[in-house]
């Protein structure tokens, strides 16, 4: 946030701080709402839905570099709203495994399905810092960056990367939304 808006250390903190009790909220909140406030895969598919929309949401004032106090905390809560999606994902897993595919099948489809999430745990951070580190001699920290022509580079590579993983994110959603099935019995067998 530091390249991005030029932000204190003390707006870093609060904006790191925000996303994790974001993500802790999402822990309990979601654990509550399956079934009572929300169906377990209209929950999985809102989550779904809106991750990808932030990405391009953070990817476009980025890029159009709106770099005013406002546009930060619209990146601030972005982040926020990324952090519950992911949680609410994550904990809507498992019983949306069970539901889908039943007992018989939970050890084969969790495992794969947090194989995903390991697999994405890895190819995020790679595909941002592929993007922030492109340019070669744009640096993080914005007292380093000497010339405007750098800023606009790390602008336009952050916002590349935040545009790469919400198609990545919008693919998964079209996977979950019209991919993927419960698990059937053949009734003839």
């Known amino acids: 946030m530091s390249a991005l808006f030029e932000a204190s250390v003390l707006v870093q903190s609060i904006s790191s701080f925000v996303f994790l009790i974001t993500y802790a909220?999402?822990?309990?909140v979601t654990g509550f709402?399956?079934?009572?406030?929300?169906?377990l895969k209209h929950g999985v598919w809102l989550a779904t839905f809106i991750s990808p929309l932030m990405f391009f949401f953070t990817g476009t004032?980025?890029?159009?570099?709106?770099?005013?106090?406002?546009?930060?905390?619209?990146?601030?809560?972005?982040?926020?709203?990324v952090a519950f999606c992911?949680?609410?994902?994550?904990?809507?897993?498992?019983p949306l495994a069970l539901a889908m595919w039943g007992k018989q099948n939970l050890p084969k489809v969790s495992s794969r399905s947090l194989s995903?999430?390991?697999?994405?745990?890895?190819?995020?951070?790679i595909v941002m810092?592929?993007?922030?580190?492109?340019?070669?001699?744009?640096?993080i920290d914005p007292m380093l960056n000497t010339s405007e022509e750098q800023r606009r580079e790390l602008l336009t590579y952050?916002?590349?990367?935040?545009?790469?993983?919400?198609?990545?994110?919008?693919?998964?959603?079209?996977?979950?939304?019209?991919?993927i099935k419960p698990y059937r019995r053949d009734p003839s067998a």
């Open 25 to 28: 909220l999402a822990r309990f």
């Open 33 to 39: 709402a399956i079934g009572r406030i929300i169906k």
């Open 61 to 81: 004032i980025i890029r159009l570099n709106c770099t005013s106090t406002g546009w930060m905390i619209g990146f601030i809560i972005a982040n926020a709203v």
């Open 86 to 94: 992911l949680c609410a994902k994550k904990i809507f897993l498992t």
């Open 116 to 125: 995903a999430l390991d697999i994405a745990s890895f190819i995020g951070p």
């Open 129 to 139: 810092w592929q993007g922030l580190s492109a340019s070669g001699d744009i640096y």
């Open 158 to 179: 952050s916002s590349n990367s935040l545009f790469i993983l919400g198609g990545i994110a919008f693919s998964a959603f079209l996977c979950f939304a019209f991919l």
